[in-house]
Every structure is written in structure tokens, then in C-alpha cells.
Nanobody, 116 residues
Framework: EVQLVESGGGMVQPGGSLRLSCAAS????????MSWVRQAPGKERDVVAT???????VEDASVKGRFTLSRDNTRRTVFLQMNNLKPDDTAVYFC??????????WGKGTAVTVSH
């Protein structure tokens, strides 16, 4: 069974930090590009950052310099270190895997709230 299980969300004040994790199982993790996608209340899903199978990174301009995406193929886990969080970062964060032949998998999400 394919699973992507996110953790690490919560509530934090502006300027604070959180580290999200996504643990994968049931598929060839190292052969998949991994992304974090967020959905703010009332808005569509937006890609925050992607790390491909070679470790190349693509980050949305809104998070560059604040968020760091990394992957550990041995642990089958992808991480999103989020620093200097802003209220606009409030969203549900989803882990997303895209692999060969267009295979794709989604996690159920973890909520991040940035507020005083």
C-alpha cells in the first residue's frame, strides 16, 4: 500500500520555524520527484518546492531564502524546513510524489497556522 504521511505541522508565531516531514512507503521513493504543495483557505493548491531524483531543487519565489527542502532516500523521507514564517504561509501542506509514467501520490496533509 502506498502511503505518504506528513507530520510536523502546528501553530507558530510570525518569524517562527517549523520542520515538516513526509514519510513514504509502498513505492520506489528514490525514483520519484517529491514536492510540498500547500493550500491556503479558499485558495487553490500551489507548489511550494520540488526536489527531483537527482536532488535538484525548484522553489516558489514566495519561500526562497526561508524554506529548505531536502530528501533522505535511505529513510524514504522528505523534509521541509520552514523559517521566518509569515501569516501568508498559513495553509495545509501536502506531500506529493511524481514518478515514472505519470504515477502520482498525495499525502493527507498537515496544517500550518502562523498567527500571533
Amino acid at each position: 500500500e502506498v502511503q505518504l504521511v506528513e507530520s510536523g505541522g502546528g501553530m507558530v508565531q510570525p518569524g517562527g520555524s517549523l520542520r515538516l516531514s513526509c514519510a513514504a512507503s509502498g513505492f520506489d521513493f528514490s525514483g520519484y520527484d517529491m514536492s510540498w504543495v500547500r493550500q491556503a483557505p479558499g485558495k487553490e493548491r500551489d507548489v511550494v518546492a520540488t526536489i527531483d531524483i537527482s536532488g535538484n531543487l525548484v522553489e516558489d519565489a514566495s519561500v526562497k531564502g526561508r524554506f529548505t527542502l531536502s530528501r533522505d532516500n535511505t529513510r524514504r523521507t522528505v523534509f521541509l524546513q520552514m523559517n521566518n514564517l509569515k501569516p501568508d504561509d498559513t495553509a495545509v501542506y501536502f506531500c506529493y510524489a511524481l514518478g515514472p509514467y505519470g504515477r502520482q501520490y498525495w499525502g493527507k496533509g498537515t496544517a500550518v497556522t502562523v498567527s500571533h
